[in-house]
């Protein structure tokens, strides 16, 4: 039973619009969630987090919404550039210390030019 | 700076054979942990340390052995291959906060 879900496996998107990327969870144990970025034949890399204690964290064009009650967590990404393509993964941990992270499906994002 | 770096980053390997995944990181964190990702599956936790010489299970552990006799070194070990174990493996560390995550090795059992 997957603790984290991202139930849209692909998503294309035209540049200078905006991404948004859905996840969702069922532990309420989580209180801390990561979205990584990954590339072809490349590790993860960190994008941008956010603690439970708060419902917006922002860092120039990705900004991650958490919505507690709903156990729901999107990022935006704005304004979205052929760059960003690649797989975004959701993660969630018990704890930002020593986080042995949960991760989503992850769901592929196609930025047209 | 070197962050995490794994090796090997490629290998086949034949149905029961074994061999040894060798993680490595130069910024001293104190927590490691081995995933290995499926399509469609995400990253899955085989096992992880919390620090020099100690080692836990994660969610999918079986067929897996682990060690971490240095702070700045994590082992994955397979002693005896199965198909079902061809995946894309990744290593990674943290202290507080985001893991950072090395290349990966693509294992293939045939």
């Known amino acids: 039973d997957q603790q984290v879900k991202q139930n849209s496996p692909s998503l294309s998107v035209q540049e200078g619009r905006i991404s948004i990327l859905n996840c969702d969870y069922t532990n309420s144990m989580f209180d801390y969630f990561l979205w990584y970025k990954k590339y072809p034949a490349e590790g993860p890399t960190f994008l941008i987090s956010?603690?439970?204690?708060?419902d917006k964290n922002e860092d120039g064009r990705f900004t991650v919404f958490l919505n507690k009650s709903a156990k729901h967590l999107s990022l935006h990404i704005v304004p979205s550039q052929p760059g960003d393509s690649a797989v975004y993964f959701c993660a969630a941990s018990e704890s930002e210390a020593g986080n042995m992270l949960t991760f989503g499906g992850g769901t592929r994002l196609m930025v047209k030019p | 700076n070197a962050g995490v770096t794994q090796t090997p980053k490629f290998r086949v390997l034949k149905t029961g054979q074994s061999m040894t995944l060798l993680c490595a990181q130069d910024m001293n964190h104190e927590y490691m942990y081995w995933y290995r990702q499926d399509p469609g599956m995400g990253l899955r936790l085989i096992h992880y340390s919390v620090g020099e010489g100690t080692t836990a299970k994660g969610e999918v552990p079986d067929g897996y052995n682990v060690s971490r006799l240095k702070k700045q070194n994590f082992l994955l070990g397979l002693e005896s291959a199965a198909p079902s174990q061809t995946s894309v493996y990744f290593c990674?560390?943290?202290?507080?906060?985001?893991?950072?995550f090395g290349q990966g090795t693509r294992l293939t059992v045939v």
């Open positions: 990674a560390s943290s202290y507080y906060g985001e893991a950072f």
């Open positions: 956010i603690s439970s204690i708060k």
